[in-house]
């Protein structure tokens, strides 16, 4: 079983949205659908707005659809894209 290194760009509805709220509420919804170690970083975008980059281990079998789809209802998130998506371990 392979497993993917997947890159996520989580962008909040504006400036004023709980950064950490969402970090907490992404990291418990990647956890769940079998996703591990997530992490996160913040990209400055404009005008204060930041983005959150998430940044987690994905079973490669795994469709990430059903997850970006729980991503995109969590509170104060305007969109959610991935970025980035590569084999990291196995055959």
Do not use: C, H, Y
């Not at 994905?58 to 590569?86: A, F, H, M, T, Y």
Request: a negative charge.
């Amino acid at each position: 079983m392979a497993i993917a290194a997947v890159k996520i760009k989580i962008m909040p509805v504006s400036p004023e949205a709980d950064l950490e709220v969402i970090k907490d509420t992404a990291k418990s919804m990647i956890e769940s659908a079998d996703g591990k170690n997530p992490t996160f970083e913040e990209e400055p975008i404009a005008f204060g707005l930041k983005a959150i980059i998430a940044l987690f281990a994905w079973p490669e079998e795994k469709e990430l659809e059903e997850l970006e789809g729980k991503l995109k209802n969590i509170e104060d998130v305007n969109s959610v894209q991935v970025i980035d998506i590569r084999r990291a371990f196995g055959s």
